[in-house]
């Protein structure tokens, strides 16, 4: 995580000293931030033109990209075609990955621990307290668990890793969609809540008996102790990037204008159940002087040179039939004062 940091520092601070180029702003999902890093410092180098993103999480994305304070906004959820209309947006997708369950559990290690969705539906509700709870036994036979209280970490601002989780427990738990619901910020039942996918990490790891959400690279990263899941099919699964990439197999790009698209509780022996996507968010309409264009180029070039980093950070990139949608998507959906295409 520092090494990620240290790499959009640098990338920054690099495009500050040029004056041949200014630099493109976003903000927003906490989830993209590890390979949009990768990417800016990469093609920092490449082009001179530098990425401010600012990891605020998705709903303080939309919210800047909404007031037109940046470039660009990113969201894990993707926003319907009504309220896109509103706020005078396009979205298109620009990476897929996973959101894993973590847990802090002296003498236990990533992998031991067998959780579906219903059990962790039921610790996000505090119905089942305790790490030797008879549903998790069952779940988990040979396994001797500790009598060990749960501390359930949750996020404190408004998340698109959070509209991932929420869903797919709004998918397997009625008690969950009826109760409490789905969205970047809901009513949580309880928690103890870290900012950003960073702080609900850092919690987990200084709380034993706790159990979070992040995106797998930050878990990965900072090598946390991550559950298995059983999936919609019955079958136990770990994160991976051949799971994530089992239950991105199943979007469908093409049936909807605005490549709305929620991934979480696919189909598929392999699939991970936990699976999103981020979606960037431009205005339809810009200014002559906006970076429009070069946060066009930004992607562009990471969908045609960043597959391999993506995939180093177990993200799943953009299939290459949906990145010439995407290009379409730039042509048609964006256009100067004068209804002129930008791209």
Known sequence: MRMLKLALSIALATAAASSFAADITGAGSTFAYPIFAKWAATYKGTTGIGLNYQAIGSGGGIKQI???????????????????????????????????????????????????????????????????????????????????????VRRADASGTTFIFTNYLSKVSDAWKTKVGSGTAVAWPEGVAGKGNAGVASYVQRINGAIGYVEYAYAKGSK?????????????????????????????????????????????????????????????????????????????????????????????PMPDNVVKLIDTSWKVEVKNKAGQSVW
Request: charged share 20%.
């Open 224 to 316: 946390m102790d991550y559950t298995l899941m059983v999936n919609l099919d019955g079958k136990t699964v770990a994160p991976n990037n051949k799971a994530f990439q089992a239950a991105a197999a199943y979007a469908d790009w093409t049936h909807d204008q605005d490549f709305y698209e929620v991934l979480t509780n696919e189909p598929g022996a392999t699939s991970w159940p936990i699976t999103g996507a981020t979606f960037v968010l431009v205005p339809k309409v810009v200014d002559a002087n906006t970076h429009i264009k070069d946060v066009f180029k930004f992607f562009a070039w990471s969908f045609k040179n960043g597959a391999d980093q993506a995939r180093q950070l177990d993200y799943v």
């Open 66 to 152: 909404t007031s037109r304070t940046v470039d660009f906004g990113a969201s894990d959820m993707p926003l319907k075609h009504d309220e896109l209309m509103a706020k005078g947006l396009a979205q298109f997708p620009a990476i897929m990955g996973g959101v894993v369950p973590v847990i802090n559990l002296h003498g236990f290690h990533a992998g031991e621990i067998r959780l579906d969705g219903k059990l962790l539906s039921a610790i996000y509700m505090g119905d089942i307290k305790n790490w030797n709870d008879p549903a998790i036994v069952a779940l988990n036979p040979g396994v001797k668990l500790p009598d060990e209280l749960i501390t359930v």
